[in-house]
């Protein structure tokens, strides 16, 4: 059924490895899924094809926070617009509790959407500006039909509620009188509505400030904690990413770079764009600025729809070889969870750089791709 | 000397800070509200006179007047206006006249909102081939110049004021409908409509409740400029002969009728003229006040 | 504060605007200056009146603003200045490097033209030497084969290559003054981190004095040798960068420092944060502005605004109760 995952011998990436560990809810796998646009020429004729997502392939288990980073024209906000067929893959399959979302008929979709919501990067154009907060909210329940008008109701100020907003104060509100962080959570209530079970966060704190920043994360960890949420997290900022996964999945103009534990990725770095994400993070502490020669990452990043052939990091990459544009780098899992796509991945270069102090390699956690 | 675009025009003001302020000053806000508040109140005199006043005051009949009262001038007693050629009074002749024309007018907006704003908005959001057929079907009487279709209509339906409606729908609709359909393809794929969708929302309430309701802004301010040209239109039809039958009137037939004596007594031209020039002048500006306050393009 | 050789000098700035709900405060007395060379960071939330304050400083404000107080710069006095002087000032003394690449170069005009035409609203250079001057220009901020670039258009580069085009552009006229207003916001974190590099060297190579308007104070701290922290329109604290970020005084700077994911931090824990929102700049109430949200506030803190004043060396703040200081000022 499924396409032999191209690996090297050594430890293949299927479902095998999750099959194998007890008690790993999966809830949502990805295989090599493969998301094209059509770029239109002057008078509509095929332009060219652009290929925002390839080949990409992951998981996400019940009750666990997937990140996923990637710069602009990496192809992660595309990602997830593919899982939730909005619009559907070229290719590939988008497996969510057991079921392909990609074959299903749209009828079919409708149970399944109740489980699988997404939260936006701009509350602002993610809220009808015309509706009042209230009815925002409401509004998945009146399409599932769930509930009389006033369990409705009491659902909606519960949820009001439970992101902070007392429901007497704002409900009657409209987006446009709401700040950005207020607006936000809104747009996160309305997504917990049908208490989904897997919720897919677009950069969803990006647009706000810094101190509101921090609070609707706060936020979403208590989501998380109370109801026990699992997430997808697409973010630029791989400090947030940090804070709020289990696991990071790193991706680069459209393929993974690097996917593992939150804390290994940190503190040891495979891939080497995983290491110049880390060494531009700017930090308040001094010494400020470190150049680690090793990371120093140069170049324009080359154009999506003309990418460079093998790795795709190449041009940029401070260790490149003939290897690296002859044939593309697969991901192979290395034990521990970790996986990378790269001939010549880091390993034992992770400096104790001033602002990342080592941290001990953590065991796969259980529900991790085992191994 | 030019200075750098770069330099001077700081490329959008950024929000929070500024964006969070106005930038109107109190006298400007005033004019503001005055380019809605004006207009608006002349639309309302006029509307009063023509379809109010007659049923309140004793106006002179628009129509059956006597050859011995004919050709009055200004200013005489009991016929501000006058009278025209047949003895009619020109003051109620422009206040019933002016029901026609306000009649047509609401009536062809009207049907080409509601109508035309439907299609434009079905095909505008479920498009291929469903947009494909509509709008061309819609392209076909667009592509007519629109006096000639409108010149067919009347003259295979006959002359009569609902029949003037009909035709002059035939060229309001599809404009309303490209209107409606650019303004849904916008509103589509907002991230709101898209959350919409992916919370299972049915289609039906998805265009009523998030798609009309954007659109309304756009479409009552085309209708307000559309009321403009549509009286106009409905006058070039009385000037042809196409228009509404005798003896009704409306400011388009007086114009029509008056100018054979023209050097004789203006006013039979002028003073209709004056009203329709008015009326469509209000029109616009309502409907540039409103845009200029929906932030519509 | 102001020393005779200060390049800007800012004295009790305050702008406000006319808007529907009434009169918005947007700069509340804000006073700094500016060394010829020095990099200052100006760090601020939405609404802080950062943005408000560079614009007045390049007198780029709507006309219903009334801006008051004293920005000279260069030695000329540009409140109330007119026109015409704001031109000369503009680009020749003082230029801004605006946050949207996109939006700050025209899309339909050719790169190269939109730097010549820059570089001779300035200096008295004929085509052909403009022309040369702008692909020196390019090769200055670290533009590939700026021969060629030089008839592309904007559409045909990345973000980052715009910004540093944009960067030419405000290099044209030689200013000893940069504003770069959150110019590295709009972009991905590897390249700002290549844009930051490029005004630090550009910096030293020319001698221009930086100042970087932002809402990140990580940039900040990697690049400024002082920061200024801004709330509700006020300057609330001073420093020197490490003294700043070492030795904290105002509470609202310190709420700034936690706030910031770190990559230090364990995961899943939970940001320390205050709650709250920055204060209506319509209103003017008595007392600090920071003090209905503020961890540590006292009674005198809702009375009485505190001023910024220089309580230790080279560290100013505005603040009766500062955090790890003993007595209250």
Known sequence: MTPATPVTPATPVTQADTAATPGSDLLLEVRHLVQEYVLRDYGGTKGGVLQAVSDVSFEVHAGETLGIVGETGSGKSTLARSVIQAPPPKHGEVIFEGTDLVRLPHRAMKSVRRHLQMVFQDPFTSLDPRWTVSRIVAEPLIAYSVGSRRERRERVDALLDLVGLEPARYGARHPRALSGGQAQRVAIARALVLEPKLILCDEPVSSLDVLVQAQVLNLFEKLRAELGLSYLFIAHDLAMVKQVSDRVAVMYLGKLCEVGPVRAIFSEPLHPYTLALLDTIPSPEPPARKRDVASVISGEPPSPLDPPSGCRFRTRCPRAAELCAAEVPQLRALGDGRQVACHFPLSGLAQASATRAPLPLMRGRAGASGD | MAVPVAEVLPPALPSGDLAAVGRLSGARRLLRSLEIAAPAAVLLVLLF?????????????????????????????????????VGNDIMSRILYGGRVSFEVAAAVQVIGLVVGGLLGMV??????AVE???MRTLDVFIAFPSLVLVLAIVDSLGQSEVNVIWALSAFSIPAFARVARAATLQVRDQPFV???????????????????????????????????????LEGALDFLGYGIPDPAASWGKMIASGQAMLSVSPGLVIVPSIFLFVTVVALNMLGDGLRAVWGVR | MSGGTALLDVSDLRVTFRSHGGVVNAVQGVSFSVEPGQTVAIIGESGSGKTVSAYAMMGLLPRSAQVSGSIRCNGVELVGCGEKQLRDHRGRIVAMVFQDPGRSLNPTMRIGPQITEAIRCHLPLDRAQAHERAVELLRMVRLPTPERRFYEYPHQLSGGMRQRV??????????????ADEATTALDVTTQAQIMDLLLDLQQELGTALVMISHDLALAASYAEEVLVMYAGKVVERAATRELFGNVAMPYTRALLKAIPRVEQEPHELLPVIGGRPPDLSTIVPGCSFAPRCPDAQDDCRQEQPQLEQHESGHWWACWHPCGKEAAQ
Not at chain 2, 56 to 77: D, F, N, Q, R
Not at chain 2, 201 to 227: C, D, E, M, Y
Request: charged share 10%; proline share 9%; hydrophobic share 50%.
């Open chain 2, 49 to 85: 006179s023509c379809f109010i006043w007659p049923i309140v005051y004793p106006v002179p009949k628009p129509t059956g007047g006597s050859i011995l009262g004919a050709g009055l001038p200004m200013w005489s007693p009991g016929h501000i206006f006058g009278t025209d050629t």
């Open chain 2, 123 to 128: 095909a505008g959001y479920a498009g291929r």
């Open chain 2, 132 to 134: 494909a057929v509509l």
């Open chain 2, 194 to 232: 898209v959350a919409a969708r992916l919370s299972s929302v049915k289609t039906w309430r998805i265009l009523a409740g998030h798609i009309a309701p954007n659109l309304l802004p756009q479409l009552l301010t085309f209708s307000l400029l559309g009321a403009g040209v549509t009286i106009i």
């Open chain 3, 166 to 179: 944009v960067i030419a552009i405000a290099l044209a006229g030689e200013p000893r003054l940069l504003l």
